[in-house]
């Protein structure tokens, strides 16, 4: 008979806990990513080349790094310029409003990171030594992720209330036409809509309303 290896008592104790813990990372990935996926829009406004959320997340850098590296040179020709981060606020607003919140989160973190990197001491470093410039980070992005949320909620709110307008509209005149009774509907206007059994009561097409 085979001898039995001896059990290690540690990783009995550890390799269940650091299960645990990988499988509620997951859980918080998976709903991280569901959240970015309900409140990821395309806005109806942009045309259809840009109507992708890939798109959304590339102009989101490509714009980002662009305002930063121009606040930056402004910075250098007027040292007292006021609120720098206002332009790339101004960039986090229009992301979200066209992309939602993913790409608006994205564009939050890229200029986070390159506003640091270009524009506070010591230039082309990420070390900030200066406790005001922490604090004035810290807050810029907070209300940047703020900013995000709350406008890629707003338009997927809206568009959900327009898609359910929409389906119930749709329904109503499946109703409609489906009454056996000539049906006639009129408002200040004047006569706005019939029915098929209205229709074919005159004898009408059922194109010509």
Not at 1 to 19: A, N
Not at 22 to 51: D, N
Request: hydrophobic share 50%; aromatic share 8%; no cysteine.
């Amino acid at each position: 008979m085979g001898t039995e290896q001896p059990v290690d008592r540690r990783e009995e104790e550890i390799l269940p806990p650091l299960r645990r813990r990988r499988h509620s990372l997951k859980e918080y990935g998976k709903r991280i990513y569901e959240v970015f996926i309900r409140t990821t829009i395309i806005s109806r406004f942009l045309p259809r080349p840009l109507a992708h959320p890939l798109i959304g997340y590339f102009i989101a850098i490509v714009l980002q790094t662009i305002v930063v590296v121009g606040v930056a040179l402004f910075i250098s020709i007027s040292p007292t310029f006021r609120f720098p981060e206002a332009p790339l606020i101004l960039v986090i607003l229009l992301v979200a409003i066209g992309w939602g919140t993913g790409p608006g989160v994205v564009a939050t973190i890229i200029g986070t990171i390159l506003f640091s990197f270009f524009t506070l001491q010591p230039i082309l470093s990420l070390s900030i030594i200066h406790a005001e410039d922490i604090i004035g980070m810290f807050f810029y992005t907070i209300l940047g992720i703020a900013i995000s949320i709350l406008t890629g909620q707003t338009q997927a709110s809206m568009q959900q209330t327009e898609r359910l307008a929409s389906e119930r509209a749709a329904q109503l005149e499946t109703i409609i036409e489906a009454i056996a009774d000539p049906l006639f509907i009129i408002d200040h206007q004047g006569l706005k809509q019939i029915n098929r059994a209205a229709r074919h009561l005159f004898g009408m097409s059922e194109n010509k309303m």
